[in-house]
Nanobody, 124 residues
Framework: QVQLIESGGGLVQAGGSLRLSCAAS????????MGWFRQAPGKEREFVAG????????AYAVSVKGRFTISRDNAKNTVYLQMNNLKPEDTAVYYC?????????????????WGQGTQVTVSS
């Protein structure tokens, strides 16, 4: 069992930055690929970024590539999402998720554990 707790969300103006963190419980964090997803009001949850167990393989959604950076610190059981040049369309609840896979996957159905989410609101 893995428990995930996101933090770092908030209200920011367009062009601003936020850094999300996701802290995981347990001693097996490094056994999971990690992903960030988001869900905007009235829309389906979508993949944002993912990172494999060791941090050597990373994937981004086209909409955030070049603006967001995912990273992880296995010693701290934490995965991060640095979000720069935020846009109003980035407004959503952001979730982190853990996947037992050895590769990064973009399908939410593949992920085994989910956090409760953190709200990110970008004003224009």
């Amino acid at each position: 069992q893995v428990q995930l707790i996101e933090s770092g969300g908030g209200l920011v103006q367009a062009g601003g930055s936020l850094r999300l963190s996701c802290a995981a419980s347990g001693r097996t964090f490094s056994s999971y690929a990690m992903g960030w997803f988001r869900q905007a009001p009235g829309k389906e949850r979508e993949f944002v970024a993912g990172i494999d167990r060791g941090g050597g393989s990373i994937a981004y959604a086209v909409s955030v590539k070049g603006r967001f950076t995912i990273s992880r610190d296995n010693a701290k059981n934490t995965v991060y999402l640095q979000m720069n040049n935020l846009k109003p369309e980035d407004t959503a609840v952001y979730y982190c998720a853990a996947d037992r896979s050895t590769i990064v996957r973009q399908y939410e159905s593949r992920y085994d554990y989910w956090g409760q989410g953190t709200q990110v609101t970008v004003s224009s």
